[in-house]
């Protein structure tokens, strides 16, 4: 496996995140923009239904956790690089074959083969990946 093209796929794959990231970060309302719960603008409340709080929050919540979901990709990608230095990237962390080259294509930072990966996302252990 060629050592300059894999770090050329890590580092297409590193800014397509880090793009992503920014931009959602860019995106979110900050602190001070967000009302202060139970500062309503309205005079009264009665025509808003009683889920609208919990569909914000769960807007919220989702707006947080996708930028926090690619900074662990980011950190994945930090962690591949490390498997290139020691010689291991390529190479399965759970059974030690080859990981295929088409799955390093659509994952770069891949940790184990399809099988293995199948096998740990069945068994809770691991995050997608």
């Known amino acids: 496996m060629d050592r300059r093209l894999v770090k050329d796929r890590l580092e297409r794959e590193r800014a397509r995140l880090e793009e992503m990231r920014a931009s959602l970060l860019g995106d979110m309302p900050r602190a001070e923009d967000t009302p ?52 291991t990237y390529g190479t399965c962390e759970a059974c030690g074959r080859p990981i295929g080259e088409a799955r390093l294509e659509a994952k770069p930072a891949a940790r184990y083969c399809v099988e293995d990966q199948a096998r740990a996302e069945r068994d809770g252990r691991a995050a997608a990946q």
């Open 36 to 87: 202060v719960q139970g500062a309503d603008p309205e005079l009264s409340s009665v025509d808003q239904h009683p889920a609208d709080p919990g569909s914000e929050t769960f807007e919220r919540e989702k707006d947080l956790a996708i930028p926090e979901s690619l900074g662990a990709q980011l950190v994945e990608i930090d962690r591949a690089e490390g498997r290139i230095a020691a010689g």
